[in-house]
């Protein structure tokens, strides 16, 4: 293995935090189980925005599906939270699989608009099949099973956190794996120049396909993973809000970047969880604030404090 | 059927007019605005306000929601759009959707979350039908007012892209930014005005249609994927694309929220994908253009 792919000590460090987090915080556990859920979505869509360079406003969509099919299976079949995971991955990378043809020609805006559209589509789906998903009130009475058959889901979310932090971190490993195999490196040179990758002999097409195939199902397994917590799934996992938050969650963190996702869902979350408490209601206000003068300084300087005084 | 047309083509041009400034912009800049909404939200409430709590009529508030949305689009222009033409369009897209969500919280704030109600004066409230059965066309008088005004817009917009000289400085301009430059022509100037006319238009769109929309502080939100699907569809080259698309966009709505309410946006949505799929540049580009 290369030298980037070794494993450095902080990073050992950071994961033994994250584990030992849900016991040493025992009280804030629902909330490290919300972060690791944000944290393994801004990574989904770090491999499409920013391995890729696809702007995408609909990720929530596969959110979505992973939360519903995850939500559905368990109340309609069986209860098992791994096997639920394995649905929930598997619907959303079908879903990917699907909507990856869509994104492949045209320019950025038209690549916003169909994203845009899919997820819209599929939220106008969950409102209109109210037989099957509730709709309008949500997918209620999801109870899940205990995990491993041992261990059930407790109130204060200690199981829960463990879980989606193993989730994260068995995901983030081949994630990484990816990004740093040629097949990866090949997808940065698409998104530095998609003509001179071409040129190159890069199957561009089919490296899109795949790799948006691949982050649909991350971005499924982040949802099943919240609807296996909180047993409850609902028409708001589709909004757009929900697309354009995790925009900013990696962006916060850094794009291009596997860990920019997991450091942006820590200071969101935070930061929401601060805001919301001070102005429930208005607390959109300041995330847009915040997005007009990050991008107005500039995002790159953000994660780089040592440029924040230079002009 | 003739009815539903015609509230279709109302709709429609409401929308074009709600569009047009963003296919310009977006066309000239190369800028996905996903803002637009919150300028045709301010004129929106321009009007409300003003008549709710001056008793200002209607016809005098119209220009007032022009000029506040025009304004408030040159500032922002200046201070803060400009910066960010050379950025990717990530930058764009978060910066944009930042504005939307401080404009959302802020009406939100200060107005209140309830949906506004407009009051039509009352010689736009009346409606006129004509002929019989499945072939009665009713036509509401407020909606004639948006087709005429609309019309005439259209016409006019036309008629200054088309003839005269701003409108081939800035068709020079959204062709070839730097020949343009080049050529003496102060690209800076007409990147303001043009946008801050969008956003003007856009503010008075959202005035008239503050009755057949509804006006509520996620406006900007609710209806940004309809413009978008104006301009994505329509193409940046020309008015009479975005025109055409905003005309379909508008019928299909009403049409296919009468016929299969069941349905409802589904459809909408799922003609957008499949024309941008068949047609990732949108239906009407002439061909040769910068894309």
New interface residues.
């Given amino acids: 293995m290369n030298v980037a792919g070794r494993w450095r000590w902080w990073e050992l460090l950071l994961w033994a935090l994250a584990f030992a987090a849900p016991f040493g915080l025992a009280g804030h556990a629902l909330i490290i189980n919300e972060i690791a859920i944000v944290a393994l979505f801004a990574l989904s869509l770090d491999l499409i ?1 920013g391995y890729t360079g696809i ?1 995408s ?1 609909g990720h929530a969509a596969f959110f979505g599906m992973g939360a519903y099919s995850a939500a559905l299976f368990a109340k309609l079949v069986m209860p098992d939270p791994l096997v639920g995971l394995a649905v929930g991955i598997a619907a959303a990378t079908a879903l990917g699989a699907v909507c990856s ?2 994104i492949l ?6 690549r ?3 994203t ?3 997820g ?2 599929l939220m ?2 969950a409102n ?1 099949l109210d037989w099957l998903t509730g709709g309008a009130d949500g997918l209620q009475g999801v109870v899940m099973g205990p995990l491993l058959g041992r261990f059930a889901f407790d109130l204060s979310g200690q199981v829960a956190a463990v879980y989606s932090v193993t989730v994260l971190l068995v995901l983030f490993v081949l994630a990484r794996r990816l990004v740093q195999s040629p097949f990866g490196a090949t997808l940065k040179a698409i998104r530095d120049n998609r003509l001179r990758a071409m040129a190159i002999g890069i199957p561009v097409g089919q490296r899109l396909v795949v790799v948006y195939t691949v982050a649909a199902g991350a971005a499924g397994a982040a949802g099943a993973l919240l609807a296996q917590t909180t047993g409850f799934a609902s028409l708001d996992l589709f909004e ?2 929900r697309s ?1 938050d995790v ?2 969650v990696l ?1 916060i963190g850094g ?1 291009g970047w596997l860990y920019g996702g997991i450091a942006g869902a820590v200071v969101f979350k935070l930061m929401q969880d601060a805001l919301s408490s001070i102005t429930p ?5 300041w ?6 003068v ?3 300084v500039g ?1 790159e300087r953000l994660v780089r404090p040592w440029t924040w005084w230079r002009p | 059927m003739l009815t539903l047309l015609f509230d279709g083509i109302a709709y429609g041009m409401l929308l074009f007019i709600l569009a047009v400034g963003l296919a310009v912009t977006m066309g000239l800049m190369n800028f996905i605005n996903l803002a637009h909404g919150a300028f045709a939200m301010v004129g929106g409430y321009i009007t409300i306000l003003l008549m709710q709590r001056q008793g200002v009529p209607f016809l005098v508030c119209l220009p007032l929601a022009f000029a506040g949305a025009a304004a408030l689009g040159a500032v922002l222009e200046r201070t803060l759009y400009r910066r960010l033409y050379h950025k990717p369009h990530l930058d764009q897209v978060l910066f944009s959707i930042g504005l939307t969500f401080m404009a959302v919280a802020s009406v939100d704030y200060f107005v209140g979350s309830t949906q506004q109600i407009l009051q039509l004066p009352l010689w736009l409230k009346g409606r006129t039908e004509w002929g019989e059965g499945a072939w009665m066309l009713g036509m509401g008088h407020y909606r004639l007012f948006i087709i005429a005004v609309c019309a005439a817009l259209t016409v006019a917009l036309q008629y200054v892209l088309a003839r005269t000289r701003f409108g081939s400085r800035l068709r020079a301009s959204v062709d070839d930014q730097r020949v343009a430059a080049g050529l003496g022509i102060n690209v800076n100037v007409v990147f303001l005005s043009t946008f801050a006319v969008g956003s003007g238009l856009a503010g008075l769109g959202g005035a008239l249609g503050a009755d057949v929309l509804g006006m509520d502080p996620t406006f900007p939100l609710k209806f940004m994927i309809y413009f978008l699907i104006v301009v994505a569809v329509g193409g940046t080259s020309s008015i009479t694309g975005p025109l055409l698309a905003a005309l379909m966009l508008g019928i299909a709505d009403v049409a296919g929220k009468y016929y299969i309410p069941k349905l409802g946006a589904f459809i909408v949505y799922s003609l957008m994908i499949a024309i941008l799929v068949w047609r990732p540049q949108g239906l009407f580009v002439r061909q040769g253009g910068k894309a």
Wanted: a positive charge.
């Fill in positions: 925005l702007v406003l043809v869509t020609r045209g320019t950025d805006l038209t916003l608009m169909v845009l559209g899919v819209l589509i106008e789906l209109k757009f809000h354009a925009m900013l962006v794009v209601q208005y607390w959109t206000f995330i847009g604030l915040f997005l007009v990050l991008v107005s995002r």
